[in-house]
């Protein structure tokens, strides 16, 4: 929900008629947040949107599920090791961390959504760290490539058509709760503030088109922790026009604008999208801490609040060893953490660095599937000894 956009052909006034070139009337849709309450967007159909009927169901992701309690431990899961699935976007996700609030995990679509989708469950957001491609929907078409987050809204309907050829690595989060831009970041008239780490500009949107057939009139709906099909009677593509607040966003990791500070920051100066029971973070390349006795690597902590969540995007990861690309550390609350032996006192004199990474600070206690436990690096906690 960034702001409004007006797209396509919509009536003077919402909730009036509209009618197309020979008078036929168009169907109004809208798609609310917090019932009636929160942000919205209106679609006008050509053919009513809510006919549809159940249908067998063949498609849907990998849901998680707990393996038996383990100890608190720092964790890291080596998440490129993981066998990769010839699978669309829909049935590729490998849930690997989980509690009732959300579901980390990756995927490697190698092929476009036969069906369309949509999560009513969760909004959806995914950092795309290779690949790239294209987000259908009846809003528009959005594209986006490698360094992008992509977020799709709880409810919209939609497919993922990956560029072909390319290899796909996304880290996705499920947000039960929804996610969004962080209330500090906007003025009273929910405007970007002109102090927040991006601008309006930052975000790309969905480019409208028109009504659209592509012949596919399956839909799969995830609600309630489950899969459901049914089969429409038109293409749900078949938007006129819409206006409101309620779509899909691509944002380039890389126009986060970090901040430096005369001492070392902490990582809510990395926050970059708020969901229920997270802050999610960009770690970018950026200068350092300027003052003469800075040490620069972040300071051993204990946060018995906070579950934290590490995807090692590139670069070099100076307060960790032995983490790599699509690397995930997990170092739960109730332990102090930090940096690995030495890191901290050799980050003493640095100006800048080169890290890129997506970090989530967790409210509640993560428990881990048999996925991520096929990938833990089970040397991961005595690397911490002197």
């Known amino acids: 929900m960034l702001d409004r956009m007006t797209v396509g052909d919509v ?27 929160g942000p919205y967007t209106i679609c006008y159909h050509e053919h009513r949107p809510h006919v549809q009927q159940s249908s067998a169901c063949e498609h849907g992701f990998e849901l998680p599920a707990p393996v038996s309690r383990r100890g608190l431990a720092k964790r890291h899961y080596r998440t490129s ?22 579901t980390i995990g990756v995927l490697h679509p190698s092929a476009g959504d036969p069906v369309y989708f949509s999560n009513a469950d969760a909004d959806d957001l995914f950092f795309v760290l290779e690949g790239g491609g294209l987000l259908r929907s009846a809003l528009g078409d959005l594209r986006f490539s490698a360094g992008d987050y992509v977020i799709v809204p709880r409810g919209i309907i939609h497919r993922f058509i990956p560029d ?44 409208f088109a028109g009504p659209r057939d592509e012949g596919i009139r399956d839909l799969v709906v995830k609600r ?53 029971g997270a802050l999610i973070c960009s770690f970018v390349p950026r200068p350092l801490d300027f003052h003469p006795e800075a040490i620069a690597c972040p300071y ?15 670069g070099d990861f100076s307060s960790r060893r032995g983490v790599g690309v699509g690397s995930i550390s997990h170092h ?26 997506v970090m ?11 996925n991520a436990l096929s990938v833990e690096d089970a040397g991961y906690e005595k690397s911490f000894a002197g």
């Open 11 to 37: 009536p003077k006034k919402h909730h009036i008629q509209l009618r197309g070139a020979a008078g036929e009337l168009r169907y109004e849709e809208c798609i609310t947040r917090s019932g009636f309450e």
């Open 81 to 102: 090791e993981l066998s990769r699935r010839a699978a669309t976007a829909l049935d590729a996700r490998v849930p690997l961390l989980f509690n009732r609030e959300l």
């Open 164 to 207: 072909p050829g390319v290899d796909q690595y996304w880290f996705s989060v499920e947000c039960l709760g929804g996610v969004g831009i962080p209330k500090q970041f906007r003025n009273e008239i929910g405007q970007l503030r002109m102090d927040a780490p991006y601008c309006h500009r930052d975000f790309r949107r969905p480019e």
């Open 224 to 276: 309630g922790g489950a899969f459901h099909g049914f089969r429409a009677e038109a293409s749900p593509l078949d938007v006129v026009g819409w206006d409101g607040s309620v779509y899909p966003v691509a944002f380039p990791i890389l126009n986060f604008q970090p901040r430096a500070g005369l001492v070392h920051l902490p990582p809510t100066q990395h926050g970059t999208f708020a969901a229920q």
């Open 300 to 314: 051993p902590h204990s946060n018995v609040d906070i579950d934290e969540v590490l995807f090692y995007a590139s």
């Open 332 to 357: 739960p609350a109730g332990i102090a953490h930090g940096p690995h032996p030495g890191a901290y006192e050799a980050s003493i004199g640095a100006s800048s660095t080169s890290e890129l990474a």
């Open 360 to 370: 989530l600070d967790c409210s509640l206690p993560l428990e881990a599937t048999a």
